[in-house]
C-alpha cells in the first residue's frame, strides 16, 4: 500500500480529525446537559409522573361492526358473553391459582395452554382470559368463590357470532387471535394504539379486506392502580367508537337456496347483478363454520378441514382455476364476428372429427352435427366449428380477445388474494415454462382452447363477471359484494363505487347473434330439459371440463372415479332481453354441465325472479344429453 | 511433553491476541460487561442468546483484525458491488415487514442488505480516495458522493429513512476527512437547510408523525409519543444516583418500550442515574479517542479514512440513539452500541472494530 509522505496532506486530515473531536465533544457536552436537565433540574417533576405511572391507561375495545346482506340480514354479529379473567400482575403464585380455579369451574389443558401463550405476549396490567363463554351456572359459582380469588374475576365481553354458521364461509371469512403478521400490518398503517386491548383480527373474506372498517375505534379508561397494579378507582373515561356496518349486495335467501342446490356436491357459484356488478350470491361448496374460529380453533377440527380432501378451506370461486369447457364457445363466437373471421351465416361441415396435422381432434356427437351455423354450433355445443375457428383466429388473437373481458386477470372483488388463472397465448407459454423447448407455442396447441380446454384456466368468479358483461352489452363493471358501509358515528353512508370499469367496444349486432344463441340453447339446446316450461326467458351455455384425458375412450360417467370425473359448468343470465341475474356455475367432478350444473342455475333464476323456492336440492338430471360437450 | 504443552498454548494465545489492539479491547469488554448488567434488569431471559451473539461479534472482530488493510481494499469493490445488488434484489423481491421492505430472503437466510451498506461504503470511498493520491480534484468529490447517493436513494425508498442517514453520514465522514473544502461543505449545510421544507413533503406520514411527536409527544399518549414520554420519564427519574440496578419502576413495570433493543439506554439511566450516564459517555468517548489515535497514526491514506469514519460512524450510533431516548432527536431505529439486545448490530460494530485493529496492527509492522 502506498504510504504517503506528504505533510501537507497528513497536516490537513489532522486538522479535519481534530474538528471531529470537536464536534464529538460539543454533542457529548450537549448530552451531558440534557442528562443534567433531566435528572436534576427536572429530577422532581419526573420522580412525580413516574409514581403517577400508577395511573394507567386501559383500553376500552371497540365492538366489532356487522355485516347484513341486501335486505339487513345479520350475516356477523357480536354476542355478549362471560369469560373469566387473570390478572397476572395481581398474582404471587399464577399455576397455584390455576389449579385452585381448575376446583371451582372446568378448565382444560387446553385452556392452560393458551393463556400460557397470552401471557407471554402480553403487557403488563392486562387480564388474560383463562375460560371464555361461562354458563350462568359457572359464573354464579365463581362468584360464590370469588373472596378466594383475588386478581380473577369474571368480565363481559363481546364475541363475534355468525348466525347462519356454515354459511357464505369463505365469503365472510373469520376472524381469530392477532398474529405477528397481522401486527405488521397494523403497524404498516400506524394503528397499534388503536389496536391496543383487540384480541382478534379479520383473517380471510370480507372480515380480512374490511378489517379496518370494521374494527371501530378504542377508547380508553384512566385508571389508578396501587404499587401492585390493581385498578382503585377509575378517573378519566372517552368512549369507544364502534366498527362501521357492512350492508351488502348479497342475497342471504338466494345465496343459501344455492349452497343447498349444491347438496352434498363440490363446487363453485356466482351470481352478480349485471348493471352493477353487486355480487348476489358467492358460493363456494362444501362450507365450514366460521364460528370455530373466533375463540381460537382446537387443533382437532382444524386438521379435520385442512386435510379433508374436499378442501372446504379453499375458496372455490375466487382461487379454483378451471379450464370453462364449452361455457367459452359464446365468447370464441363473438370474437370471430369482431375479428371478422366468420359470420353469422356462414357455415362449415362437421363430418364428427377435425384434422390438424397428423392429430385428428374428435367431436363427441358421433357422425357430427353435419352442416353447422353460429347458432347451431352453439345451441348443439359443436366441437369441429370450434377446432376450426381456434385455428382460423390464432391463440394471440384469441387471448387478446378473451383479456377484454376479464379472463386471466382478477376481477378486483373485494376479497383478497384472488387468482389470476391462466390466460394462454404465446407469451404466457414463454413465461410459464424455462426450457426452451417447451417455450415456444405449437398451432396444434391453439385447436384445443377452441373448446375451453388445453391451457385454460379460470376462476368462477371471472367466468360470471365475463357472463355479465356479455348480458350488459359490454359494460363490464368490477364485482363487488360491499353495497355500502355505514358510518358508526355519523350514520351516513359510503357508497362502494359501482361506476363500469370499462366498456368493451363491440358491434351490438354481434353481441345479439350470441345472445340469441344463448337463448337457443335454454329454448332447445343442451339446456333445454333443465329449463323447460320457465316463464321467463333465459340464456344459456353449458360446459364439461375434462379432468382426465380418455385418449380416445368413451366417456361412460359412473365407470369413471369420482375425482376423475369431468367437472359441469354453466353460464347463464336472465331475463335475456333485460338481465337481472347473470351467474357461473360449476360443480366438481359433476359430470356434464347440462345434467348437473344448469339444474342449479334453474333454482337460482326461479327463486330470484319468481321468488319460487326449490323443495329438493337440484336433482342431477341423468337423462339430460349425453355428453354434450366436451 | 508436560512443558510443552504450556508452551504450545502460549504460542497459540500469542497467535491469537497479536492482530488485537488492547486498548480498545480493553474499552470494549468493559462495554459489554456493562451490557450484560443491564440486560440483567432489562431482560434477564436474553442473556444467554446475547452473549452467543458478543462471542460471535468478537470472533468476526479477531477474523477482520488479522486481515491486512491492503486485503481489506481489495475487497471495497466487490463487496459494494453485492450490497447494491442486494439493495436492488430487496427492492423487487424483497419480504415486506411493517409495511417496508427490507429483508431479503436468499432462502437459507434472510439478509438485511442495507446493514451492509453502513461498513460497505466507508469501505468503497476510503479505497477510491486512496487510488486518487494525487492532488483530488472537484471532480473526484462528485465521484464519491455519486457512488454514495446510489445506495442511500435505494435504502430510503425500502423506506427506512434512519438506515439512509447512517449510510449518507458514514458516506459524508469519509469525504470529509479527505479534505472536501470547508466552502463546499457550508454550501451543501446551506442547501439542506433550504430543502428541508421539500424534504418535509415527500416524507411518509409515519416518519412526519415521529418528528411532530418530538416537537409535542403529549399529543399521542397511547401511540408513538407512549416512546417518548415513558423514556424521559425514566431518565429523569433516575435523578443522580438512579434507583439502583433491578430497582427502575418504568422498567420493571415495562413502561419503557422496546426495553431491551433500541430503548435499553432509559433502564441504564433510570436505574444508575447521571453517574451512571456520566460513566458510560466516558467510556464511549475512550472508544472514539482511541478511534482518532489510530486514525492520526495511519500510514495510508485509505487506513486513515477508513479508521477516521469508523470512529465517527460509531459516535454518530451513540449521539443518534441516546438523543433520541432522552428526546432531543426524532425516534428512529438506532441501538445503543454494544449495549442493545440483537446480533445484527452488534457483528457490524465489531467488524468495524477489528478494521480499526487491522489499521493499527499495519502501522506497527511499518514502523518494525
Known sequence: ?630 | MKQALPLVVRAWWQRLISPLDLPLLGICGLLLLLAVGVMGSASPERIGSQLTNMALALVIMRVVAGLSPQRLASVAVPVYLVGIGLLIGVALFGDISKGARRWLNLGFMRVQPSEIMKIAMPLLLAWFFHQRTTRLRLVDFFIAALLLLVPVGLIMRQPDLGTALLVLAAGFYVIFFAGLSWKILAGMALTALAAAPVAWSFLHDYQRNRILTLLDPEKDPLGKGFHIIQSTIAIGSGGIFGKGWREGTQAQLEFIPEHHTDFIFAVFAEEFGLVGNVVLLTLYGMLIGRGFVIAAQATSLFGRLLAGSITMIFFTYVFVNIGMVSGLLPVVGVPLPLVSYGGTSLVTLFIGIGMLMSIHKSRMLVQK
Open chain 1, 1 to 630: 500500500m502506498k504510504i504517503i509522505h506528504d505533510d501537507n496532506a497528513l497536516g490537513k486530515f489532522h486538522s479535519r480529525l481534530a474538528v471531529a473531536g470537536g464536534f464529538v465533544l460539543l454533542c457529548f457536552v450537549l448530552l451531558v446537559l440534557r442528562f443534567a436537565w433531566l435528572q436534576i433540574i427536572q429530577y422532581g417533576y419526573y420522580q412525580t409522573r413516574a409514581e403517577d405511572n400508577r395511573i394507567s391507561l386501559v383500553p376500552i375495545t371497540p365492538s366489532r361492526g356487522l355485516i347484513v346482506d341486501r335486505n339487513n340480514v345479520q350475516l356477523a354479529n357480536n354476542y355478549s358473553a362471560y369469560t373469566l379473567e387473570i390478572t397476572p400482575a395481581q398474582i404471587d403464585h399464577l399455576e397455584r391459582t390455576i389449579d385452585d380455579l381448575a376446583t371451582v369451574i372446568d378448565i382444560q389443558p387446553k385452556d392452560r395452554k393458551r393463556f400460557k401463550k397470552l401471557l407471554e405476549e402480553s403487557k403488563n396490567f392486562e387480564s388474560l382470559p383463562i375460560r371464555s363463554r361461562l354458563t350462568d351456572e359457572e359464573v354464579a359459582k365463581f362468584v360464590a368463590q370469588r373472596y378466594r380469588f383475588p386478581g380473577v374475576d369474571v368480565k363481559a365481553r363481546l364475541f363475534r357470532h355468525y348466525p347462519k354458521g356454515a354459511f357464505a364461509s369463505s365469503t365472510l371469512g373469520y376472524i381469530g387471535r392477532i398474529t405477528d403478521r397481522d401486527l405488521d400490518k397494523i403497524e404498516a398503517i400506524d394503528q397499534e394504539a388503536n389496536y391496543r386491548g383487540t384480541d382478534h383480527f379479520g383473517k380471510t373474506g370480507l372480515e380480512q379486506h374490511y378489517e379496518f372498517e370494521l374494527h371501530g375505534t378504542t377508547g380508553f379508561e384512566q385508571v389508578e392502580v396501587d404499587a401492585g397494579g390493581r385498578a382503585v378507582r377509575t378517573l378519566a373515561r372517552t368512549a369507544p367508537v364502534p366498527g362501521n356496518n357492512l350492508t351488502l349486495t348479497l342475497d342471504a335467501e338466494l345465496q343459501s337456496i344455492a349452497e343447498q342446490a349444491f347438496g352434498d356436491r363440490k363446487g363453485a357459484l356466482v351470481a352478480i347483478e349485471p348493471s352493477t356488478g353487486g355480487v348476489l350470491a358467492l358460493v363456494s361448496m362444501p362450507n365450514y363454520d366460521p364460528n370455530l374460529f373466533v375463540d381460537g380453533i382446537d387443533t382437532q377440527s382444524w386438521k379435520d378441514l385442512n386435510e379433508s380432501p374436499d378442501k372446504p378451506m379453499v375458496n372455490r370461486a375466487l382461487n379454483g382455476a378451471y379450464p370453462p369447457g364449452s361455457t367459452f364457445k359464446p365468447f370464441m363466437a363473438l370474437a370471430a364476428l369482431t375479428y371478422g373471421k366468420r359470420t353469422a351465416q356462414q357455415t362449415i361441415f362437421d363430418p364428427g372429427f377435425y384434422t390438424f396435422g397428423s392429430h385428428t381432434f374428435r367431436d363427441d356427437k358421433k357422425g357430427g352435427h353435419g352442416t353447422v351455423d353460429m347458432y347451431k354450433s352453439i345451441v348443439e355445443s359443436c366441437d369441429t366449428y370450434y377446432y376450426m375457428l381456434a385455428n382460423d383466429l390464432g391463440i394471440d388473437n384469441i387471448a387478446r380477445f378473451m383479456a377484454k373481458f376479464g379472463f386471466g386477470s382478477v376481477t378486483g372483488i373485494d376479497i383478497d388474494g384472488e387468482s389470476k388463472g391462466i390466460l394462454p397465448s404465446t407469451d404466457w407459454k414463454k413465461k410459464r415454462f424455462k426450457n426452451p423447448a417447451q417455450q415456444k407455442w405449437y398451432a396444434g396447441e391453439t385447436i384445443s382452447i377452441g373448446i375451453g380446454q388445453g391451457y385454460n384456466a379460470y376462476t368462477p368468479i371471472q367466468l360470471a363477471q365475463a357472463v355479465a358483461t356479455l348480458a350488459n352489452n359490454g359494460v363490464m363493471f368490477r364485482p363487488h359484494l360491499v353495497k355500502f358501509i355505514t358510518d358508526s358515528r355519523t350514520g351516513e353512508h359510503k357508497l362502494i363505487e359501482s361506476q363500469p370499469v370499462k366498456k368493451i367496444d363491440l358491434n351490438p349486432e354481434h353481441i345479439e347473434v350470441i345472445k340469441q344463441a344463448m337463448i337457443g340453447v335454454n329454448k332447445e339446446g343442451t339446456g333445454a330439459r333443465a329449463f323447460a316450461g320457465a316463464e321467463y326467458v333465459s340464456a344459456g351455455k353449458t360446459g364439461t371440463a375434462q379432468v382426465f384425458s380418455l385418449k380416445g375412450a368413451d366417456y361412460k360417467h359412473h365407470s369413471i372415479k369420482q375425482e376423475l370425473r369431468d367437472h359441469a359448468l354453466f353460464i347463464a343470465f336472465a331475463p335475456a332481453n333485460a338481465p337481472k341475474i347473470a351467474l357461473a356455475v360449476l360443480v366438481e367432478n359433476g359430470g356434464f354441465g347440462a345434467q348437473a350444473a344448469a339444474p342449479i342455475a334453474r333454482q337460482i333464476f326461479d327463486y330470484y325472479l319468481l321468488g319460487k323456492r326449490p323443495k329438493a336440492p337440484a336433482a342431477v338430471d341423468e337423462a339430460a344429453v349425453e355428453r354434450d360437450d366436451e
